[in-house]
T-cell receptor
Framework: GENVEQHPSTLSVQEGDSAVIKCTYSDSASNYFPWYKQELGKRPQLIID?????GEKKDQRIAVTLNKTAKHFSLHITETQPEDSAVYFCAAKGTMTSGTYKYIFGTGTRLKVLA | EAGVAQSPRYKIIEKRQSVAFWCNPI?????LYWYQQILGQGPKLLIQ????????DSQLPKDRFSAERLKGVDSTLKIQPAKLEDSAVYLC????????????FGPGTRLTVL
């Protein structure tokens, strides 16, 4: 079945450095790729997303890149701050043969920003 | 705009007992999802509703899990009987229109099965 692989599972960076999280998807029909931030005990919050007709999207310190040929996409956080510490999940949305769609989530990356 | 509401927030039961979770999506949202998030893993879709119809329940363990959304608004997810491996956070999410990309998540219900 479809799956999304996410790496690394944990990432520690010094405050002010950049962090990169990578995801690979298997369903070539996937056309929407959101990234969620989940703080301990809280709900996942959408932080940025990208559609398959775009190669890159940026929102202040956060950017996402998509390589459809290689079927991978990445989250880039620049000038990291302690409040960026959380678990980050990628997801891929694909259309099923029934015409409906589903989201497949990655396994998460625990980011720790060291002050 | 009020967010997705879920209750209870926490539940502790013994194995073989039954439990039910409730979700009220954002007003007017047609699509509702139930996810299971085991500690250290990403959310896994259990069931997806479009209004009051099921569009995907391929990963729902139907021998013990059931869900309904009778009036196309709020939804309940039931586990009967519970197993130890059902310990997880159960997240509800909704989307405003059919085939809209953005999902809004509720706070989740943390279930512990002893």
């Amino acid at each position: 079945g479809e799956n999304v692989e996410q790496h690394p599972s944990t990432l520690s960076v010094q405050e002010g450095d950049s962090a990169v999280i990578k995801c690979t998807y298997s369903d070539s029909a996937s056309n929407y790729f959101p990234w969620y931030k989940q703080e301990l005990g809280k709900r996942p919050q959408l932080i940025i997303d990208i559609r398959s007709n775009v190669g890159e999207k940026k929102d202040q310190r956060i950017a996402v890149t998509l390589n459809k040929t290689a079927k991978h996409f990445s989250l880039h956080i620049t000038e990291t701050q302690p409040e960026d510490s959380a678990v980050y999940f990628c997801a891929a949305k694909g259309t099923m043969t029934s015409g409906t769609y589903k989201y497949i989530f990655g396994t998460g990356t625990r980011l720790k920003v060291l002050a | 705009e009020a967010g997705v509401a879920q209750s209870p927030r926490y539940k502790i039961i013994e194995k073989r007992q039954s439990v039910a979770f409730w979700c009220n999506p954002i007003s007017g949202h047609a699509t509702l999802y139930w996810y299971q998030q085991i500690l250290g893993q990403g959310p896994k879709l259990l069931i997806q509703f479009q209004n009051n119809g099921v569009v995907d329940d391929s990963q729902l363990p139907k021998d013990r899990f059931s869900a309904e959304r009778l009036k196309g608004v709020d939804s309940t997810l039931k586990i009967q009987p519970a197993k130890l491996e059902d310990s997880a956070v159960y997240l509800c999410a909704s989307s405003p229109r059919p085939y809209t990309d953005t999902q809004y998540f509720g706070p989740g219900t943390r279930l512990t099965v002893l």
